[in-house]
């Protein structure tokens, strides 16, 4: 089972990608925030390993995780007492796009400038 202190990690391999990438804030704390949605949505509901790929080209990030769940990511309506099933309207309020295909769920943002990097 992965590790939920993975999630620290990963925001601040993320922070540091989108620094060396060129992104200003607040977009990078935009991008971090989704980040950790998705890595905690994957191991908290995935199956297997969780990768996490970040591509910066051209203006647009997009971020991409997958695991072995082959069940969509899914927008939900959380209640004013439900303590989880938020994660992913933030991400639709944050993201200029985003979808999901079951073991892949991205988004993507799209920034003043950024220098081309994988």
């Known amino acids: 089972m992965p590790d939920p202190l993975a999630v620290a990690d990963m925001r601040s391999s993320t922070a540091a990608f989108l620094g060396r990438a060129g992104v200003r804030e ?8 989704v980040v950790s949605e998705f890595v905690t ?3 908290e509901h995935g199956h297997g390993v969780i990768e996490l790929v970040l591509r910066a080209v051209g203006g647009t990030v997009t971020v ?55």
């Open 26 to 33: 607040p977009m990078v704390d935009n991008v971090v925030l």
């Open 41 to 43: 949505n994957a191991i």
């Open 64 to 118: 991409s995780v997958t695991d072995e769940n082959p069940a969509p990511a899914v927008l939900q309506q959380a209640g004013p007492d439900d303590i989880s099933g938020r994660g992913m309207a933030l991400v639709s309020a944050l993201a200029d796009r985003w979808g999901s295909s079951g073991e892949e769920t991205w988004c993507e943002f799209h920034c003043d400038s950024t220098r081309s990097a994988a």
